[in-house]
């Protein structure tokens, strides 16, 4: 096993969370902040846009079952990377697209796959997404972790996260774990 770390900010993290956690070879999935400059900020401090840092899930892989690239692809085919500090209704910093690279190659290999989506003309408009050295990581609150398991009846769940994620199952049928199949 070669368990590797990646950070991706995607808008809302439980909508990202609930689609990494569902790949095979993601081991974890933790919601959380990074990217600001206050320390241990909370949820509101976070949502009021002022402390800089994006919401974000923290994911543990085991690069031997998924690559790098291939999480950057489900990232970029997830979200929308070409509106900046917005994705749908949320607004704001806290939602932008951003990858926070543990190391160089992680950074190498973002800044391609934006280079490679970009000449293909895959989105209608430039991708926005930063590509931004690691910092500190502040986990979120624990409502916040495996929310759409633990909270699926929610109307947030239903209408936002739900068709979502069927839309992930058409385009990555084969990368998701067969439990949840």
Same mark, same amino acid.
């Given at each position: 096993?070669a368990?590797?770390?990646?950070?991706?900010?995607?808008g809302?993290?439980?909508c990202?969370e609930?689609?990494f956690?569902s790949?095979?070879?993601?081991?974890?999935a933790?919601?959380?902040?990074m990217?600001g400059?206050?320390?241990?900020?909370?949820y !509101?401090?976070?949502?009021?846009?002022?402390t800089g840092?994006?919401?974000?899930i923290?994911?543990?892989?085991?690069?031997?079952?998924?690559?790098?690239?291939?999480?950057?692809?489900?990232f970029?085919?997830?979200?929308?990377?070409?509106?900046?500090n917005?994705q749908?209704?949320?607004?704001?910093?806290?939602y932008r697209?951003v990858?926070?690279?543990?190391?160089?190659d992680?950074?190498?290999?973002?800044?391609?796959?934006i280079?490679?989506?970009?000449?293909?003309?895959?989105?209608?408009?430039p991708?926005?997404?930063?590509v931004?050295?690691?910092?500190?990581f502040y986990?979120? !609150?624990?409502?916040?972790?495996?929310?759409f398991?633990?909270?699926?009846?929610?109307?947030?769940c239903?209408?936002?996260?739900?068709?979502?994620?069927?839309?992930f199952a058409k385009?990555?049928?084969?990368?998701?774990?067969?439990?949840?199949?």
């Amino acid at each position: 096993m070669a368990i590797e770390q990646a950070t991706f900010g995607g808008g809302c993290f439980w909508c990202t969370e609930a689609i990494f956690q569902s790949l095979k070879g993601v081991s974890k999935a933790i919601s959380g902040y990074m990217g600001g400059l206050v320390p241990n900020p909370s949820y !509101e401090d976070v949502c009021n846009g002022d402390t800089g840092h994006a919401e974000v899930i923290q994911i543990e892989y085991d690069a031997d079952v998924i690559s790098f690239e291939e999480l950057l692809l489900v990232f970029f085919k997830t979200h929308n990377p070409t509106t900046l500090n917005r994705q749908g209704n949320d607004i704001g910093t806290q939602y932008r697209s951003v990858i926070f690279c543990h190391h160089p190659d992680q950074e190498e290999k973002a800044k391609k796959m934006i280079d490679d989506l970009t000449k293909e003309l895959v989105f209608d408009n430039p991708i926005v997404t930063e590509v931004s050295p690691l910092s500190d990581f502040y986990r979120a !609150e624990d409502y916040h972790q495996n929310y759409f398991n633990q909270n699926s009846g929610q109307s947030y769940c239903s209408f936002v996260i739900q068709p979502k994620l069927a839309k992930f199952a058409k385009t990555f049928k084969e990368k998701i774990k067969p439990e949840l199949l």
